[in-house]
């Protein structure tokens, strides 16, 4: 797994938010053990600590459970991921709509653009 890192944003919120897409996109599933601290801290040249804090943070936000001598988990509670994926979409969405409307399009010419992608994607 290759991530580069920016320099705006704390690395373990970028590690964060790459697992959280993870989970959003179905590539981790509720249960699926996650990497070890040790396995994750060398693939992403982070220092432990960093990966120790992301688990802590993910569990803290309910994204995942910690089962001890056995590792940590991606939390088999679904509303938790079904409101993860709401999240993610609604600044997704939002993010496009500024973008958008900071190019001067109006409501109704996103609307039609967007009717119109989704129409030749099908």
Not at 25 to 39: F, H, P, Q, Y
């Amino acid at each position: 797994m290759e991530i580069v890192f920016n320099d705006k944003t704390p690395i373990y919120l970028q590690i964060m938010n790459m697992i959280k897409k993870q989970i959003v996109s179905g590539e981790l599933k509720g249960g699926d053990r996650l990497a070890s601290v040790r396995e994750l801290s060398t693939e992403l040249k982070v220092n432990p600590n960093t990966i120790q804090r992301v688990y802590k943070e993910l569990e803290r936000e309910g994204l995942a459970y910690t089962q001890r001598g056995m590792g940590t988990f991606v939390t088999e509670d679904e509303s938790a991921i079904y409101n993860l994926r709401q999240d993610t979409a609604k600044e997704v969405m939002e993010s496009f709509i500024q973008g958008m409307k900071h190019l001067g399009f109006s409501n109704d010419e996103i609307l039609n653009l967007v009717s119109k992608k989704l129409k030749e994607e099908q």
